[in-house]
């Protein structure tokens, strides 16, 4: 083991665990840090109270002189709280987010001090971004955005900061972050969802969109990360021979948590809480040094903005305990990578769960309505959903043996199969009185019922119904879940709005009752959607073929992926739902690619780099030293001399193959990346995925040979069993 490793394993082990107490009940902690209703009433006169909350639920505007008021109680607040700046905390196309501090300090004319903040600088704010991906939405020499605060989601404290969520928006009006053509969604999603909805109950006027995350990551010694050039530069390791011991023993998932994880966690959730981010279950997973966090679910918006945050907070807290947080989606090879199930259901005004079966016929028939439209979607945008999780580090789960591959289908159980399968034979036009009691006792009346026995949850489908919601499971650990989330309520909202005009037609011309019109309608979607939907083994080799049988697509990388971001369909859905006009979709798809690309381009240098920088070096250090041992033996023995060199004449040889194909490949690949550093767009990105990509396994599996070759003493990197198994 090599002296720099060795000081940074001890550094380690020498270290005391850090035992922080957790102090205090989760319920008085909670959202103490947050400038929530609760706290908007203690702080605000009702006029402002009742301005927020309208905003808040029915998107009205906030007149100015409000707005003033609502900044002043946000400040004596915040003060209050030890604050000393403020923020507007935004969603750049970087995927992480953004901030830039101002003082609530000012200075009078006459040299006073005091703290201000008004309703100007709440509402709006200008902030240099200049440097942010735009996509080419903005010329740079008119690099003007602005920030628009985001009434939904509460402002918080952290640190000494107030951060209040905020749209990023070009003055020409396009969007410049994740968060606005979410908002946009979520706001279809309501319209179309309500007015179907009022089918069932009139009472509904309004839908949320709800998700529930489960956030995977790796925790690995912060000291042993930093000493690996590939963790830090890319958040993978590109090299490293798979430890004698991996996940095989399956001794890790759900297993006791570490003492200095359980630290870690502790003191990340008590962060958690104070920001109202309500995290709730916390557990080993496959791999060494893999776990999971999952809130109670939230509205999607909220819910988006407290994952952005948690992940920001969780490397803050990694660092205080000397831990690197990975969010890759494959940091090691061999073992399990991590995803971020996206728990996904859609709640009304009066508290009903739309994916959650009822108790009365009516309420089933509402659950099959949203149930059908969802598969509905997911089939007929397949390509679309497979679009929204596309990224250079997702690439390496999708068809890997432990997640979802590149296929979108949709599991729903052998129960509501059946009841599918029965409506789809539902009487065209008119209903028989006795099929219509027979619908309703026999098959709409029974849902409840079979759900409990409902237990079969299929773990290789990307897209399954979990008994009261769906799990769009596809989505990586690293991903902001903005982008799958503005995808799915987009597509879903537009077959909510198809259906409704499709059952209105049957009704007024066809003169059918409501519960005729509505189970017309989904009898026909239930038949066009069927080959999305599949219940075997999503892993198997089988179902790749099968899928491709049934016309469904398989986009295994992400150049491939993304074209269905920009095709005619996707503008035309985008324009119609008013989420994105053509400009901001095809800014978002350029961002992507050259995101891409830049991503295999890092991970191609690093891979140079250190292959030849520290892996060849060492490798030759190595065998000089056999070189030495060789003629120091040949002077010895003069006459078996053969027989006691052999193994080291041998090492010598295999190192020196070793060093030229690392070499040479090396080579061919700088070549490559020339090559295509001269393409553009689509052709720039295929290139890095086709012919600069493939060099990657061809380098790492000479290095890793070495790596058995070695001497340990001299091996200049961190090896997998020291980073998977230090905690
Ligand atoms: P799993 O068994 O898949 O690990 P759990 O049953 O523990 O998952 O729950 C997964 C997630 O689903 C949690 O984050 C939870 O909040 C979320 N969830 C539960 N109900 C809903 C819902 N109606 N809408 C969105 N998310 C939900
Ligand atoms: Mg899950």
Same mark, same amino acid.
């Given at each position: 083991?090599?002296?720099?490793?060795?000081?940074?394993?001890?550094?380690?082990?020498?270290?005391?665990?850090?035992?922080?107490?957790?102090?205090?009940?989760?319920?008085?902690?909670?959202?103490?840090?947050?400038?929530?209703?609760?706290?908007?009433?203690?702080?605000?006169?009702?006029?402002?109270?009742?301005?927020?909350?309208?905003?808040?639920?029915?998107?009205?505007?906030?007149?100015?002189?409000?707005?003033?008021?609502?900044?002043?109680?946000?400040?004596?607040?915040?003060?209050?709280?030890?604050?000393?700046?403020?923020?507007?905390?935004?969603?750049?196309?970087?995927?992480?987010?953004?901030?830039?501090?101002?003082?609530?300090?000012?200075?009078?004319?006459?040299?006073?001090?005091?703290?201000?903040?008004?309703?100007?600088?709440?509402?709006?704010?200008?902030?240099?971004?200049?440097?942010?991906?735009?996509?080419?939405?903005?010329?740079?020499?008119?690099?003007?955005?602005?920030?628009?605060?985001?009434?939904?989601?509460?402002?918080?404290?952290?640190?000494?900061?107030?951060?209040?969520?905020?749209?990023?928006?070009?003055?020409?009006?396009?969007?410049?972050?994740?968060?606005?053509?979410?908002?946009?969604?979520?706001?279809?999603?309501?319209?179309?969802?309500?007015?179907?909805?009022?089918?069932?109950?009139?009472?509904?006027?309004?839908?949320?969109?709800?998700?529930?995350?489960?956030?995977?990551?790796?925790?690995?010694?912060?000291?042993?990360?930093?000493?690996?050039?590939?963790?830090?530069?890319?958040?993978?390791?590109?090299?490293?021979?798979?430890?004698?011991?991996?996940?095989?023993?399956?001794?890790?998932?759900?297993?006791?948590?570490?003492?200095?994880?359980?630290?870690?966690?502790?003191?990340?959730?008590?962060?958690?809480?104070?920001?109202?981010?309500?995290?709730?279950?916390?557990?080993?997973?496959?791999?060494?040094?893999?776990?999971?966090?999952?809130?109670?679910?939230?509205?999607?918006?909220?819910?988006?903005?407290?994952?952005?945050?948690?992940?920001?907070?969780?490397?803050?807290?990694?660092?205080?305990?000397?831990?690197?947080?990975?969010?890759?989606?494959?940091?090691?090879?061999?073992?399990?990578?991590?995803?971020?199930?996206?728990?996904?259901?859609?709640?009304?005004?009066?508290?009903?769960?739309?994916?959650?079966?009822?108790?009365?016929?009516?309420?089933?028939?509402?659950?099959?309505?949203?149930?059908?439209?969802?598969?509905?979607?997911?089939?007929?945008?397949?390509?679309?959903?497979?679009?929204?999780?596309?990224?250079?580090?997702?690439?390496?789960?999708?068809?890997?043996?432990?997640?979802?591959?590149?296929?979108?289908?949709?599991?729903?159980?052998?129960?509501?199969?059946?009841?599918?399968?029965?409506?789809?034979?539902?009487?065209? *036009?008119?209903?028989?009185? =006795? #099929?219509?009691?027979?619908?309703? +006792?026999?098959?709409?009346?029974?849902? %409840? $019922?079979? &759900?409990?026995?409902?237990?079969?949850?299929?773990?290789?489908?990307?897209?399954?119904?979990?008994?009261?919601?769906?799990?769009?499971?596809?989505?990586?650990?690293?991903?902001?879940?903005?982008?799958?989330?503005?995808?799915?309520?987009?597509?879903?909202?537009?077959?909510?709005?198809?259906?409704?005009?499709?059952?209105?037609?049957?009704?007024?011309?066809?003169?059918?009752?409501?519960?005729?019109?509505?189970?017309?309608?989904?009898?026909?979607?239930?038949?066009?959607?069927?080959?999305?939907?599949?219940?075997?083994?999503?892993? *198997?080799?089988?179902?790749? =073929? #099968?899928?491709?049988?049934?016309? +469904?697509?398989?986009?295994?990388?992400? %150049? $491939?992926? &993304?074209?269905?971001?920009?095709?005619?369909?996707?503008?035309?859905?985008?324009?119609?739902?008013?989420?994105?006009?053509?400009?901001?979709?095809?800014?978002?798809?350029?961002?992507?690619?050259?995101?891409?690309?830049?991503?295999?381009?890092?991970?191609?240098?690093?891979?140079?780099?250190?292959?030849?920088?520290?892996?060849?070096?060492?490798?030759?250090?190595?065998?000089?030293?056999?070189?030495?041992?060789?003629?120091?033996?040949?002077?010895?023995?003069?006459?078996?001399?053969?027989?006691?060199?052999?193994?080291?004449?041998?090492?010598?040889?295999?190192?020196?193959?070793?060093?030229?194909?690392?070499?040479?490949?090396?080579?061919?690949?700088?070549?490559?990346?020339?090559?295509?550093?001269?393409?553009?767009?689509?052709?720039?990105?295929?290139?890095?995925?086709?012919?600069?990509?493939?060099?990657?396994?061809?380098?790492?599996?000479?290095?890793?040979?070495?790596?058995?070759?070695?001497?340990?003493?001299?091996?200049?990197?961190?090896?997998?069993?020291?980073?998977?198994?230090?905690?």
């Amino acid at each position: 083991m090599s002296a720099i490793r060795f000081s940074a394993l001890q550094e380690t082990l020498n270290r005391v665990p850090l035992s922080i107490k957790d102090t205090g009940r989760r319920s008085e902690l909670f959202a103490q840090n947050v400038f929530n209703k609760h706290a908007m009433l203690q702080h605000m006169t009702k006029e402002a109270y009742t301005s927020v909350t309208n905003a808040i639920n029915y998107g009205s505007k906030i007149d100015r002189k409000i707005a003033d008021q609502i900044a002043v109680s946000m400040k004596e607040w915040a003060l209050s709280k030890g604050a000393t700046h403020y923020t507007h905390w935004f969603q750049p196309l970087t995927g992480a987010t953004a901030e830039k501090h101002d003082a609530f300090f000012e200075i009078t004319k006459d040299g006073n001090a005091f703290e201000h903040f008004d309703g100007g600088q709440l509402v709006q704010q200008e902030p240099d971004a200049s440097s942010f991906p735009n996509g080419g939405i903005r010329n740079t020499f008119e690099a003007r955005g602005y920030t628009a605060w985001d009434p939904t989601s509460p402002a918080f404290i952290y640190g000494t900061t107030l951060c209040i969520p905020t749209v990023f928006v070009a003055y020409t009006g396009e969007a410049l972050d994740n968060k606005t053509p979410l908002l946009r969604a979520l706001q279809a999603m309501d319209d179309a969802a309500t007015d179907v909805c009022k089918y069932f109950d009139k009472n509904v006027n309004k839908v949320n969109a709800t998700l529930g995350w489960e956030q995977e990551y790796f925790l690995i010694d912060k000291a042993l990360a930093a000493s690996r050039p590939d963790i830090m530069m890319t958040g993978r390791t590109l090299l490293g021979h798979s430890s004698a011991k991996g996940q095989q023993l399956e001794d890790h998932y759900f297993g006791s948590i570490p003492t200095r994880i359980m630290n870690f966690m502790r003191d990340l959730e008590r962060e958690s809480i104070l920001l109202g981010i309500p995290v709730k279950t916390r557990h080993n997973e496959v791999a060494p040094n893999q776990f999971e966090l999952a809130p109670i679910f939230e509205e999607a918006n909220l819910s988006v903005d407290h994952n952005s945050l948690l992940m920001d907070v969780m490397e803050k807290v990694a660092q205080r305990h000397h831990f690197k947080v990975l969010f890759h989606e494959k940091p090691f090879a061999g073992i399990n990578g991590s995803g971020k199930h996206n728990n996904w259901s859609l709640s009304t005004n009066t508290g009903v769960n739309l994916l959650s079966p009822g108790k009365t016929p009516m309420k089933n028939l509402q659950f099959l309505t949203f149930f059908v439209n969802t598969i509905k979607a997911v089939h007929d945008y397949e390509e679309l959903i497979r679009a929204s999780i596309a990224s250079a580090s997702n690439d390496h789960r999708l068809g890997a043996n432990e997640a979802p591959p590149a296929i979108i289908s949709v599991f729903i159980g052998s129960q509501l199969s059946q009841v599918l399968d029965e409506l789809e034979n539902v009487t065209k *036009g008119k209903l028989s009185p =006795k #099929e219509k009691t027979d619908l309703k +006792l026999n098959i709409v009346g029974k849902i %409840p $019922e079979i &759900l409990l026995d409902n237990t079969d949850r299929n773990r290789t489908s990307p897209f399954a119904f979990t008994g009261n919601k769906f799990e769009l499971r596809a989505v990586g650990s690293w991903s902001n879940c903005a982008g799958p989330m503005t995808i799915l309520n987009t597509i879903i909202a537009k077959q909510l709005k198809d259906f409704k005009k499709e059952v209105d037609v049957l009704i007024e011309t066809k003169s059918l009752k409501k519960d005729e019109a509505v189970f017309n309608v989904l009898r026909e979607y239930i038949k066009a959607s069927k080959k999305i939907r599949f219940e075997g083994d999503g892993y *198997g080799d089988a179902w790749e =073929k #099968e899928a491709h049988k049934r016309g +469904l697509s398989n986009n295994k990388t992400t %150049p $491939e992926a &993304l074209k269905a971001k920009i095709s005619k369909k996707t503008i035309a859905l985008f324009e119609e739902m008013r989420v994105m006009n053509k400009v901001e979709v095809e800014a978002r798809h350029e961002i992507e690619l050259e995101e891409y690309s830049k991503r295999i381009q890092i991970e191609s240098r690093v891979l140079g780099d250190i292959s030849r920088n520290h892996v060849i070096p060492t490798a030759i250090q190595y065998q000089n030293t056999l070189i030495e041992n060789v003629k120091g033996l040949k002077e010895i023995f003069t006459k078996d001399f053969e027989k006691f060199a052999k193994e080291q004449i041998d090492l010598i040889k295999r190192i020196s193959s070793h060093i030229s194909e690392i070499n040479s490949k090396i080579e061919k690949m700088t070549n490559e990346r020339k090559s295509a550093n001269k393409l553009k767009g689509q052709k720039n990105s295929e290139a890095y995925c086709n012919k600069v990509k493939p060099y990657f396994k061809d380098i790492r599996y000479h290095v890793d040979k070495l790596e058995l070759l070695v001497d340990d003493n001299l091996w200049p990197l961190t090896k997998y069993r020291e980073l998977l198994f230090t905690r």
